[in-house]
């Protein structure tokens, strides 16, 4: 198992001087917001405050999406009224850019770009479906939701938050 830097030093003070994690490192990126950087910040900060340090919104009239945590492995936000937990390190704000998703046309190219040789595209049919059984079949339990198979999906599908469901659904 590997941990971090910042877990590594969580685990020393918790154990040295049983200190909770109260703060931590913190970055805010992407085109959306005049200023990015990263903080020290306590645990429970809201992101409106940090986005206001960054100097607020480039292009305010512009839709923007939200994602915590890292661009492969984050999962996306409907608002910033987020606060900074002990597990987040960062909030990626971008401008929307509206693509258009089209319907699968089966190039398997979520399969091939899988890193743990999983099936998206037939986990997303079985959820779209309602069929547990595939799901489980089909061992949805082992992605570690890195986001190459939306990545890769040359329909833009976000497939991966379809691998999200289909885990929840099987929970
Ligand atoms: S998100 Fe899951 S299903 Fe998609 S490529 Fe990564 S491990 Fe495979
Ligand atoms: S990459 Fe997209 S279009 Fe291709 S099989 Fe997978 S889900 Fe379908």
Same mark, same amino acid.
């Given at each position: 198992?590997? *941990?971090?830097?910042? /877990?590594?030093?969580?685990?020393? %003070?918790?154990?040295?001087?049983?200190?909770?994690?109260?703060?931590?490192? *913190? /970055?805010?990126?992407?085109?959306?917001?005049?200023?990015?950087?990263?903080?020290?910040?306590? =645990?429970?900060?809201?992101?409106?405050?940090?986005?206001?340090?960054?100097?607020?919104? /480039?292009?305010?009239?512009?839709? %923007?999406? *939200?994602? #915590?945590?890292?661009? #492969? #492995?984050?999962? @996306?936000?409907?608002?910033?009224? &987020?606060?900074?937990?002990?597990? !987040?390190?960062?909030?990626?704000?971008?401008?929307?850019?509206?693509?258009?998703?089209?319907? !699968?046309?089966?190039?398997? @190219? +979520?399969?091939? @770009?899988?890193? =743990?040789?999983?099936?998206?595209?037939?986990? #997303?049919? &079985?959820?779209?479906?309602?069929?547990?059984?595939?799901? $489980?079949?089909?061992?949805? $339990?082992? !992605?570690?939701? !890195?986001?190459? +198979?939306?990545? @890769? +999906? /040359?329909? %833009?599908?976000?497939?991966?938050? *379809?691998?999200? %469901?289909?885990?929840?659904?099987? $929970?």
């Amino acid at each position: 198992m590997n *941990f971090n830097v910042a /877990t590594v030093v969580g685990i020393y %003070k918790a154990i040295k001087y049983n200190l909770p994690v109260v703060k931590r490192n *913190f /970055t805010l990126t992407g085109d959306g917001i005049k200023l990015p950087q990263n903080f020290r910040v306590r =645990v429970g900060t809201p992101v409106t405050e940090l986005i206001d340090l960054c100097g607020g919104y /480039t292009d305010p009239d512009v839709d %923007k999406v *939200f994602i #915590m945590g890292g661009p #492969m #492995m984050g999962a @996306s936000l409907v608002r910033d009224d &987020a606060i900074v937990t002990k597990t !987040c390190t960062s909030v990626i704000i971008l401008n929307h850019m509206p693509q258009r998703e089209e319907p !699968c046309v089966r190039c398997a @190219s +979520c399969v091939y @770009s899988c890193p =743990v040789g999983l099936q998206p595209v037939a986990i #997303m049919n &079985a959820y779209k479906a309602g069929d547990v059984d595939a799901i $489980k079949g089909l061992n949805a $339990k082992r !992605c570690i939701e !890195c986001g190459l +198979c939306s990545y @890769s +999906c /040359t329909s %833009k599908i976000p497939v991966t938050e *379809f691998m999200r %469901k289909a885990k929840r659904m099987i $929970k």
